[in-house]
Structures are given as C-alpha cells and as structure tokens.
C-alpha cells in the first residue's frame, strides 16, 4: 500500500500579489516581533518597566496574532477561499496589513497603558485598538470568504477518508471553523461581562475563552502542516487519511466544546477559567500526540532525506520536537510562574517552526528562489529550537523557585542552580533571537536573488 500524499497541489494564484502580500506580511511582522524581543530583553536587565511592558505587548500580539493568522490566512486564500467574490479576498488583507502596522505604532503615539492580560495583551491607545478592530475584521472577512467558497464542494466524506488532499482541505476548514468560534468566543464575553469591571481585569475575561480556542486553530494548522511537509519529504507515513481526518474532527469538537464553558459558568468565576484551562490540558493534546507519534515512527527512515529537501526535514523535526515539549511541559504547570511561558514558548514556536517549513516551500513556486537546499535554511529551524530549549530550560528552573512570569527583572543569582537558570534563559534569549533574524534573512535573500525569468 502506498503511504497517502498529504499536500495540495499549488493554484495559479500562488505567484499573484495577494499570495507574495500574505506570507511577506507575515514575515517582516515576525522582523518586527524580534525587534520587539530583543527591547524587551535589554529592558529586562536594565528593569525598564515601562520599555519591557510595552516592548512584550508588541512582540507577543506580532509573533502569535499577526505572524500566525497571517500564514493561516495566505494557506486559506490559496486553497479553500471564494474567487468568485474577489474584493473580500483584497479587503481583508488592506485591512490586515493596516492593523498590523497599527499595533507597532501604539508604543510611539498616543496615551494609554500597556495590560498583559492572557493570549492578546493590550495597550489601552486609540492606535493600537484600532489596529487589533481591523486584524479582527479581517480575519471575519477572511473566514467568510473560505464559508462561501466553491471549493467546499471538493469536501466530500468519502473523499475526505480516502484521499489526503481532501483531508488537507478539510483540515484547512476545520482550522477556519475553530477560528470562527474564537471569534464568536470573544464578541461572547464582551456581552456577558459586567459594566463595572475595567481595566486588565476585562480584557483578560474578554480574551480567555476565546483566546484558549484559537489554540486549537494553531494546532490545527501545525498538524496539517506537519503531515504536508513529511509528504514533500518523502516519508512512507503509517496514518491513514481516514485516522487523519477524526483526528482534525476531534481537535474541532474539542474546541467546540467552548460553547459549555460559556453556558454553564459565570465568566467572572473560577469554574470559567479553570474549565478553559482543562479544555486545553486536556482536549489540545489527543490529535496532535497521535500525529506525532506518526511523524516520529515514520522520520526513523532517513532514505528520502536529500540535499534539496534539507531545511524541510529541519522544520518538520524541529517544529514536532518543541511542540512535544512545550505541550508536556503544561502537565508541570503549578501556579502563576515562569513555567506557564516556558509551556506555551514551546508550543507557539513548534508551530512557527512549521509554518516556517511551509514558507521554504512555497517561496519558489511564489516566484522567488529556491531555498530548501541552502545550508543557512536548513540551520535556521535548529538555532531556533536549540534557542527555545536553552530558554525554556531556564524558565523552568526559575519557575521552580517561585520567579514570577511577566516580570521585568530577573531574579538575583543568590545559588547557583538560579545562576544556571538565568544563563540558559539569556543564552536562549540570543540563539532564538539569531534563529528568528536568519527566517527573515532567508526570505529576504530569497526575494532578491529571484531567478530572471520569473523578476522580468
């Protein structure tokens, strides 16, 4: 039996400019993301709370929000999205790209404080809430352009369970459907929260069902993903597209089931955010387990491994490696410290490792060079992760011994396992760093040296 494809063939809107817009939006978010990490970092050890509050609201809503939805919104655009509306399509990334350069711009203009309320924190400036209105309103255009498309009549049961590239599209919707209930999740709380609560305290209910929700988006995504770059790698998978698809059906029903927290708890109640977190412990962790241990069962043959697919393989390994830890770090999370970012560091970036991946192979179909087989995209996803480890590492020695998360100053060497906690964090600060600046450098370079036929 041969092992099933789990790609989608490219449309011919992958060299247009909404496609090339889409991913190098992403990508010079992603710049900014670092740019952003990188002030939070030198604030951190200079106690600048004012620079390190701000600089982590930015660099937390550009490397989750816009970096993630971004790509999602490119993959939706090229495979499941309408054309026969085509002004949605051109609307929700104007509006996208507008919101996105808002949210940098709220640190510089205008009065307000920074909140690091959970999943979107917030600065409290006229810019800055402008910008996240319309990246929301973008993504419903978004997703209303993937509701009414054609293409869902490719969706089939039968062919969903038989054939890995209908399994990749409903994939694809599902991950559109989960984002939809985030959404809903979020309009949701603003309607059930108390008028006399202000301030972080709203934020945080308003963005806490809605924001564990769009989790199940991300790991939607990172599974699909996963599974598309072990097919471009060759790999002789054991799962089935049938296994493949309840997976991604349970991963839905699990975020689905959102809806009970809303109906059956006060949001202002301990219940509302234990169930959440109990949603994601526990329902966020059944589809992509499976699936990894898919991938790890199938990566044991090497043979396809080939210089031309090189910095696949690295993402795909990468990407699964820290995803793993990350999510089994979120069964030794005990309180309110540094571990809960060291959990959540290991998840988001396993899955922007794979987005990653998914960038290499699409830049030269986009029309920009090929760069799979270069050595600097191959050693990227390995700074990257190696990066995180060091980091993750770190904070979890510190959040043994009570360092609370969010803080803009690191806790004093008084003994040396907190002396070796710090080193691993700001060594992990610099490689995660140099990983996250060569993504952006191996695109760069990639839309320079596109080839002449294509640039004339």
Not at 197 to 222: D, K, S, V
Not at 332 to 357: C, E, F, K, Q
Not at 437 to 450: E, G, S
Request: glycine content about 10%; aromatic content about 12%; some cysteine.
């Amino acid at each position: 039996m041969n092992s099933p494809a789990y790609f989608i063939p490219l449309p011919d809107s992958i060299r247009n400019r909404l496609s090339k817009g889409w991913l190098l939006l992403g990508t010079t978010a992603l710049a900014f993301a670092g740019l952003f990490a990188g002030l939070l970092v030198h604030a951190q050890r200079k106690g600048d709370e004012a620079l390190f509050y701000m600089s982590l609201v930015i660099h937390v809503d550009l490397s989750v929000l816009v970096w993630f939805m971004a790509v999602a919104s490119l993959l939706w655009y090229l495979f499941i999205s309408t054309r026969k509306i085509p002004f949605i399509n051109g609307t929700s990334f104007t509006c996208f790209a507008l919101g996105t350069l808002c949210l940098p711009l709220a640190v510089f203009i205008g009065q307000g404080e920074p909140y690091m309320n959970n999943y979107i924190p917030i600065i409290t400036r006229p810019i800055f809430l402008l910008g996240l209105s319309l990246i929301f309103s973008a993504l419903v255009l978004s997703l209303a352009s993937v509701l009414l498309s054609e293409k869902l009549g490719l969706i089939t049961i039968s062919k969903v369970l038989q054939d890995g590239e209908s399994t990749q599209r409903f994939g694809l919707l599902c991950a559109g459907l989960i984002t939809l209930i985030s959404l809903t999740g979020v309009a949701w709380a603003h309607h059930l929260i108390p008028s006399i609560i202000e301030g972080e305290q709203y934020f945080e209910l308003l963005f806490w069902g809605g924001g564990h929700a769009l989790q199940f988006a991300h790991t939607q995504m990172a599974m699909l993903i996963w599974l598309w770059l072990a097919s471009l790698i060759g790999l002789k998978l054991c799962i089935s597209p049938g296994w493949v698809a309840g997976f991604y059906v349970i991963n839905l029903l699990a975020a689905l089931l959102s809806v009970v927290g809303f109906l059956a708890f006060d949001i202002t109640s301990s219940e509302f955010r234990g169930f959440f977190t109990q949603l994601m412990k526990w329902g966020n962790a059944v589809a992509p387990a499976a699936i990894m241990l898919a991938l790890l069962w199938s990566l044991r043959d090497r043979s396809s491994y080939t210089r031309d697919n090189r910095a696949l393989w690295s993402a795909l390994i990468c990407s699964v490696v820290l995803f793993g830890v990350g999510g089994l770090l979120g069964y030794r999370i005990d309180g309110s410290n540094v571990t809960v970012p060291a959990h959540y560091h290991g998840s988001i970036v396993g899955v922007t490792l794979a987005y990653m991946g998914i960038a290499y192979y699409l830049l030269p179909h986009m029309g920009f060079a090929k760069v799979t087989p270069w050595k600097l995209a191959t050693f990227q996803p390995i700074f990257y992760c190696i990066g995180q480890l060091c980091w993750i590492a770190g904070m979890v020695i510190l959040g043994g011994y009570g360092q609370a998360r969010k803080q803009a100053s690191l806790p004093e060497a008084e003994t040396t396992i907190i002396l070796i906690g710090n080193i691993l964090k700001r060594s992990g600060d610099g490689l995660s760093l140099l990983g996250g600046l060569l993504f952006v450098i191996v695109v760069a370079m990639a839309v320079m040296k596109r080839p002449k036929a294509v640039a004339a």
